[in-house]
Structure formats: C-alpha cells, structure tokens
C-alpha cells in the first residue's frame, strides 16, 4: 500500500541572534490512509514543529514532504481552542471555509449536519463564551472537519482539559474520526492517550528529534480509547514506552 | 410580563433611585456654580469686568444669535473639527495598516514617529501658516499634526497586540495576510478603533482651536482671539461655554457611534 504522506530526511534548524538550534534532524516516517498515528517524545524535542512543517506554518530546512496525490488538504487542530469570541460557534466553524472560498449552501449544511451529529446543534447560534473547555474543543475539531481535509493534524488536542473531560473527549474525538473516515496525525505527551486512540504510536528521541521506534498497537478486543486502557496489552506497551522515552529529572 | 421577586423589585427600585440621584447632583452642582457665580458679580464680590456673570455671557449668547454670528462660528469650527477628525482617523487607520503589514518599515519609522507625536505642536504654528498659508488650510493642519501621529501609534498598537494565536489558526488555513487583516484584526480591534476615534474627536477639537487661535477669520477659537484682543470678557467666556458645549456634543455622537457598534 502506498502511504498518503511520506516524509523523508526532514530536518529543521531554528535561527535566532543568540545562534540556532537543531530541532529536527532526520525524521523518517509513512503515514497510510486512515490510520491514526501518535508522536510521542520528550517535552521540546520539536514534536509541535513537525505538525507546523507538515501545515506549512514553518518552512523545513531539508528533506521531502510528499503526498500520495496532488492538492491534499491539511486541517490542523491548535492545542487551545482559538474561538474568535465575536463569532457564533456556527460562524466561527466555518471560517476556514470562507478563507478557502468554499463556503456555499452545501458546506455550509455539511457543517451544521456535522454539528448536530456531535452535540452542539443546539449552540450553533450562541457565542463561545456560553461553552465548557470541553465543547469549545469539540467545535474546534468541527471547525477543523470543516474543510473536509484529508489528514488532520491534532496538536495536543486534550491538553488545556481537566482530566475527566480530557478521557470523555478523547473517545469522542476518535469516534468522529473513525466516523468520518479521517486519516490523522496525534501529537502528545501522554503516552495512555497515545496508546489507547491510535493504531501506530512513534517514539521520537531527545532534540534534535529522529524517530527512536514505531510501536503497533494491537489490542486483542480492541474497543474505545476508554476501554482499551482496560486492556492488559495497555500497560506492556506503556512501559515499554515510557523506557524508549528515557527521561531522567 | 413575568412576575419578579420582592428582592429583584427592591433592586429595580434601588438603581433608579441611585441613577436619579446621580442625575440631581449633576444638575445641582452646574446650578450652584451658576447662582453663585451671579451672586458674587451683583453683590461685587468680583469684577464683572474680568469675570463676567452668567447673564451677561446669556446676553452676549443672545446678542451674537441676533447678528446671525453664532452659527457661522460655531458652524465652521465644528466643520474644521470634523474634516480633521475624519482625515485624522482615515490617514491613522491606513498609515497603522501599512505598518502592520510591513514590519521592516513599522520599524525604520518608529523614532520619527515618536519624536513627531511628543513634539509640541504649537511650536510649529508660525512655519505651518508660513508654508501653508495664512487660511483654513492651515488650521486643518495643525489640527492633523496633533491627531494623527497619536491616532497611527494607538492604532498601529492595537493592531500588533493581537492574539497571535488567532493569527495562527488562520494561518493553519492558508489564509492570506489580507484575510488575516479583515476577519482577525480589524474586528479583534473594533473597541480600540473606537478608543482611539475618542481620542481622536478630541485631539481634533484642541488642534483646531489652536489653528484657529493663531490664524483665523472665524470660529470659536477667533472669538476667543478676538476677545482678549478688545477685552471683551464676556466674548471670550461665552465662546468657552459654546466650546464646551460644542465638545460635549462630539463626545454624545462617538458614544453613539460606539453604542451602535456594539450593537453589530
């Protein structure tokens, strides 16, 4: 199977007055249609980095970036929530479609089906300030959605949560993911969460950043996010991960 | 209608209570100060001749309504003070975009803007009417050297302290600087925009009557000239009065400006 994003000796150096820092040195990795990968890797070793190369907010300084076919679209979900607070939760979902100028009737119905199926139907037409940390993230995955895109790119996506809504959204998110037959790229620092949502967990080193090791996670009654924390594959993986991470205080 | 509590009525009832008060003291204190002010004339407590009395300044009011005065002077300050007000904010806004835009040239021009913000503008007059000419034109000007450099610099602040991590969610959408420019800054800033048309109405109305101090025809900042020329107090302090008026005005017309931005 060819996968549907290749990257190739991708490198990223930072520039500042005071010198520059190796954030990336050579990243290897195949990302395959709809499965879901997690990066996991000690805090500051450029794992944010690559998602912003992969979104084309940052330039690479070497390496390739290839897609299996032209015009791939990118939907990059931000750690915090970045509601515009002067926008309804309707308006503020469809921004993205009204930069791409592809907001008509029919997106714009997708948008709002894809709001009544997630819960919050009935907020269309409030402000974000009326919604939960919890919700607010939740629109902004449907913001993200918005766009149709073919690889969405989360970015910490549970991390501003309280713990509680944190495990509750997350099997959320998979589910709208899995539903929506999306293909994604999951950054975070928590390897349970790592483990339970995704199908590929990569293990990055310490900065500069190359990829340490490629776990597939295979559940024998593989289930929910929740559930799979149950499992008792769930807890090998996790030390062996948490070893391959390393971290020394 | 729905029925409120006891407490919620006692609620009702205390902030209209406090609102009249506030009102009666407002009015009060301008009625006090009125009275006393005529008391102490009549009763020659102070000189009438340098300090004029309250019917003395309505006489004069009522003597310039009946030479058909009072409009034009009023009129065309006003109209001076609107033409800079308005050029003031559209030159900032434009000014404060393209500083935005460009970073390089927001940064070669941040000392001349500085040392031209600080610098007293009445120091100018005398080259302004020199250059400019001694008419309308030049009181707009001064007006426009007070306002805009203040205008461009508050502006051109609010438009960087932006949140940048907006910026980057419509970043992630491949959106243009354009864009990024009309659906995040200028809505994120609509409350400073309206700050600084505040501040603007006012450093326009202080510009002109400067201008007109220095070179004139008419105006209010003319009679006021004109006054003190001839020692006509009660002129000079009835085109005060007028002036306050006139400002209080521009101030009820940007509050309602802003009240109808809100509204959107």
């Not at chain 1, 997690?38 to 690479?60: D, M, Q, R, Y």
């Not at chain 1, 790119?153 to 998110?173: G, K």
């Not at chain 1, 990569?202 to 990829?211: E, H, N, S, Y």
């Not at chain 2, 031209?116 to 080259?127: D, W």
Request: charged share 20%; net charge positive.
């Amino acid at each position: 199977m060819k996968p549907i994003l290749r990257i190739q000796n991708l490198k990223k150096i930072y520039h500042d007055i005071d010198g520059e820092v190796c954030a990336i040195e050579d990243i290897h990795l195949d990302i395959y249609e709809k499965e879901l990968v997690a990066i996991v890797g000690p805090s500051g070793c450029g794992k944010t980095s690559l998602l912003s190369i992969l979104s084309n907010l940052e330039s690479k300084s070497d390496g390739t970036i290839s897609f299996q076919k032209e015009n791939v679209t990118l939907g990059y979900m931000l750690q915090k929530d970045a509601l515009f607070p002067w926008k309804t939760i309707l308006e503020n979902c469809l921004i993205g479609l009204e930069i791409n100028h592809t907001l008509n009737e029919e997106t714009k119905n997708r948008v709002i089906r894809l709001l009544n199926t997630y819960g919050l139907g009935e907020f269309m037409n409030k402000y974000p300030d009326s919604l939960s940390g919890g919700m607010r993230q939740r629109v902004a995955l449907i913001r993200t959605l918005a766009i149709n895109p073919d690889i969405l790119l989360l970015d910490e996506p549970f991390s501003a949560l309280d713990y509680q809504t944190r495990l509750a959204l997350s099997d959320d998110v998979y589910q709208i993911i899995k539903k929506e037959g999306k293909t994604a790229i999951l950054v975070t620092h928590d390897l349970a969460e790592a483990i339970s949502l995704s199908d590929r967990v990569v293990v990055l080193t310490k900065r500069p950043a190359t990829v340490k090791k490629i776990y597939e996670i295979h559940f024998a009654n593989k289930s929910t996010p929740m559930k799979n924390r149950r499992c008792k594959e769930f807890n090998i993986y996790y030390d062996q991960i948490w070893r391959d991470l390393d971290v020394h205080l | 209608m729905s029925t409120y509590s006891l407490e919620h009525k006692e609620f009702l009832k205390k902030r209209k209570r406090n609102r009249l008060l506030v009102m009666t003291c407002q009015i009060l204190i301008i009625v006090i100060f009125l009275i006393f002010w005529e008391f102490a004339s009549r009763c020659g407590m102070i000189n009438t001749f340098l300090s004029s009395s309250p019917t003395k300044v309505f006489q004069t009011f009522l003597s310039l309504a009946k030479q058909n005065q009072l409009w034009s002077h009023v009129g065309i300050t006003v109209y001076e003070t609107l033409l800079s007000f308005i050029l003031a904010s559209v030159i900032g806004f434009l000014i404060a975009t393209i500083l935005w835009w460009n970073k390089t040239i927001a940064k070669i021009i941040d000392p001349y803007l500085t040392v031209l913000n600080s610098l007293p503008k009445v120091a100018l007059g005398p080259l302004i009417i020199i250059w400019v000419g001694a008419n309308m034109n030049s009181i707009i000007f001064m007006a426009l050297m007070i306002s805009t450099f203040i205008t461009i610099i508050n502006i051109y602040q609010g438009f960087i302290s932006t949140d940048h991590y907006l910026i980057t969610l419509l970043r992630s959408f491949n959106a243009k600087k354009y864009q990024i420019f009309l659906k995040l800054i200028v809505p994120s800033n609509k409350n400073n925009l309206i700050n600084c048309l505040k501040v603007n109405i006012s450093m326009s109305l202080i510009g002109v009557i400067m201008g007109e101090l220095l070179v004139s025809k008419k105006g209010l900042g003319y009679l006021i000239m004109y006054g003190s020329q001839v020692f006509n107090i009660n002129l000079v302090i009835t085109s005060v009065v007028l002036l306050g008026i006139v400002s209080y005005f521009m101030y009820e017309i940007i509050i309602f400006i802003e009240k109808k931005a809100d509204r959107n």
